[in-house]
Structures are given as C-alpha cells and as structure tokens.
C-alpha cells in the first residue's frame, strides 16, 4: 500500500504543480496581450510587449499562444477582453504588507475574491496609501547566473553591463542575480545586458520595499499561506510584500514541509 498512497500523493502534487503552471501561462498571457493593446502589436517599437513575450517564452508558453495574445492585443483578432488593472493593499502576520495587483475584466468580482481570500487567511484590508507607501516602482531584471552554455556570470560581470544604463544595486538571490534600476531605466538596463551578451530570466516593472518586516517562522507561514491563497485567483497578477524570512527560519519552515 505505500507504493500505491506514494503515488496518490505524487500525482497530487504533480496535478497542484500542472494547474499552478495552467494559472502562470495565463497570466503571462494576459500581460502580452494587454501589453499589445497599450503600445501596439510590434515588440520593437513596445518594450513591454517585447519584455512580456521574453517572459512567456522563458517560462515555457507556446508560441501560437503569445502570437494569438499578440494580435487580439492590437486589435488584428477579436476576442480580447478589456483589462483593467487595480491593486489592492493589505496586510498580513505581523504587520507585512502586501500589495495585491490585478489585472481584471471585472472589477466587482475581483474585489470580491481579494477580500475573501484576504479574510479567509488571516489578512486584513488597508487603507488606500498606507501600505503603497512603504514600497517604490522599480524596474527590476532577474538574471542566471548559469547561461545557456555552460557560460557563468558574476556579480561583477553583472554590475559592469549594467551601471552606466542606470543599475541602482545588484543583489545575490542563489541561483539568479537582481538588478534594481528607476523604472524608467529598465529599457535600458536590460538591453546593457544584451550588448555584454548576458541573457536575462525577465525585465519587469515591480514594487520594491523600502524597508523590509523580519518575522518568525509562525509568521512566515501565515504570509505564504495568504500569498498563495491570492496567487491562486485569477485576476491576481503579482503580490509584493515587504517581509523578510531570515535563512534559519527558511530552514525551519523547510524542515516543517519535508
């Protein structure tokens, strides 16, 4: 019987893992093609869209998907949807905050489903500006440290591609590199990397922290679970939070799971 309820456990996860993946190429969808409806169908002359689709493609999007988001975007297939984006503030465990951003096609149900998620998982709704403030726009470029190659980058190679086109700070994250820029120099910043021939994970315009929130493990798991629990819902694009989850109590959580 092991062998059998190992297996029903593993294709849970594989099944949780699939539809999880399900949710991701349809986010990454809706960012191509609302990127083509606000700047045009022509990824060089539109830098979102240009970044939208490296995005997608990294992530293993079919092709025929991004074309088809593509041109219902810029208007040369119909169907597309009209997207409004909203964010919302909230806080978690021990005061995080979280902001929460949506890109719907309707904005009742999306309050709906953030407010309930938020209330079903220890979270609480913030008034408009008071989280939005502890966090700043920026323009944020993910890159791996191994490339395609066998070729290795390091922080140096990194920061020397990118201080002149406006890299504010490049941060160690394990596998991949950070490089924080203004959000007006991300254009920039991304294509230093290209002309130094350093391939990138992805380029996007993000909210950063100010100040980060240290917490302790029943704290973090708290956070994950509300993280997760608005993830899951499918006008949420992106959640930021300023919590900060020191490695020992990584490890310990780690450990918990395992």
Known sequence: MSGHSKWATTKHKKAAIDAKRG?????????????????GGDPSGNPTLYDAIQKAKKSSVPNDNIDRAVKRGSGAE????????????????????????CLTDNKNRAAMEVRTAVTRNGGTMADPGSVSRLFNRKGVVLVAKAQEGGKEVSEDDVLEATLDAGAEEVNDLGDQFQVISEATDLVAVRTAL????????SADIQFVATMDIPVDAAAAGKVFKLVDALEDLDDVQDVFSNVDVPADVMAELEAADA
């Not at 290209?194 to 994970?201: L, R, T």
């Open 194 to 201: 290209q002309a130094a021939g350093i391939d990138y994970d």
């Open 78 to 101: 119909t169907g597309g949807a009209d997207y409004t984006t909203i964010t919302y503030e909230v806080y978690g465990a021990s005061g995080v905050g979280l902001l929460v951003e």
């Open 23 to 39: 949710k991701m190429f349809a986010k990454l969808i809706k960012n191509v093609e609302v990127a083509a409806r606000m700047g």
